[in-house]
T-cell receptor, first 118, second 114 residues
C-alpha cells in the first residue's frame, strides 16, 4: 500500500471560509499532483509539482493554490470556499521508471478529501 | 482531442462469474495504459500498466489486454468476488510532454452480488 496521506478525510465548511487540504508522502517522490473528482466523472488535474518550489496549474481551472516547500508535503488552499468547490480532492505522487520517451511511472493516490461547502 | 471512453458505464454480476470491461482511447502519441480500481470514497489503486509493446498483462484474477493499433483495451476479471465491487478506471498516458500527462476515463462501476 502506498505511503501517501491526506487530511482531513471529510470536511463540511461554510461559504467564505479559508481551508487547507493536507497531503504528505513518505516515498521521496519528486512529482506530486492534485486532482478533483465529482461523482461518476473522470479525475481532472488541477495542480502538479515537479519538485520543491515547483508548482504548475493543471488542465482544469481551479481557484485553489498549492505550495511545495518540502518534498514530502503538497498542501492545497482555498482562500474563500464556495458551494461550487464541493467535490472530492485526490492527491497523488509518482516516481519515474525507464529512460527516454518510453518511460513509465507509477502514480500513487491518497485516500482523498471529500469537501462539502454549504 | 485526447479522450478515453469506457463501457459499460455500470455492470452487475453474480459472485463467481467473469466479466470484461472495455476502454477505447484517442490519446496520441501513446505512452502507456493503466487500469485502476477505485473503491467508494478511496483513491484509485493501480492494477496493471502496459506500454505499446505489451498486449496482455495479468495481476491475479485481473487480466488486461491492449491493442495499440485499434486503440482498445479490456480488463477481464475472473471468478469475481464481492470485494471486486468498485469503479474500474482506464487511464492513458501520452509521451508528448515531460509530465507524461494522464487522461482518465469515467470508469465502469462494477457491482458483484452474492
Amino acid at each position: 500500500e502506498a505511503d501517501i496521506y491526506q487530511t482531513p478525510r471529510y470536511l463540511v465548511i461554510g461559504t467564505g471560509k479559508k481551508i487547507t487540504l493536507e497531503c504528505s508522502q513518505t516515498m521521496g517522490h519528486d512529482k506530486m499532483y492534485w486532482y478533483q473528482q465529482d461523482p461518476g466523472m473522470e479525475l481532472h488535474l488541477i495542480h502538479y509539482s515537479y519538485g520543491v518550489n515547483s508548482t504548475e496549474k493543471g488542465d482544469l481551472s481551479s481557484e485553489s493554490t498549492v505550495s511545495r516547500i518540502r518534498t514530502e508535503h503538497f498542501p492545497l488552499t482555498l482562500e474563500s470556499a464556495r458551494p461550487s468547490h464541493t467535490s472530492q480532492y485526490l492527491c497523488a505522487s509518482s516516481d519515474s521508471q525507464g529512460q527516454g520517451e518510453f518511460s513509465s511511472y507509477e502514480q500513487y493516490f491518497g485516500p482523498g478529501t471529500r469537501l462539502t461547502v454549504t | 482531442k485526447n479522450q478515453v471512453e469506457q463501457s459499460p458505464q455500470s455492470l452487475i454480476i453474480l459472485e463467481g462469474k467473469n466479466c470484461t470491461l472495455q476502454c477505447n482511447y484517442t490519446v496520441s502519441p501513446f505512452s502507456n495504459l493503466r487500469w485502476y480500481k477505485q473503491d467508494t470514497g478511496r483513491g484509485p489503486v493501480s492494477l496493471t500498466i502496459m506500454t505499446f509493446s505489451e498486449n496482455t498483462k495479468s495481476n491475479g484474477r485481473y487480466t488486461a489486454t491492449l491493442d495499440a493499433d485499434t486503440k482498445q483495451s479490456s480488463l477481464h476479471i475472473t471468478a469475481s468476488q464481492l470485494s471486486d465491487s468498485a469503479s474500474y478506471i482506464c487511464v492513458v498516458s501520452d509521451r508528448g510532454s515531460t509530465l507524461g500527462r494522464l487522461y482518465f476515463g469515467r470508469g465502469t462501476q462494477l457491482t458483484v452480488w452474492p
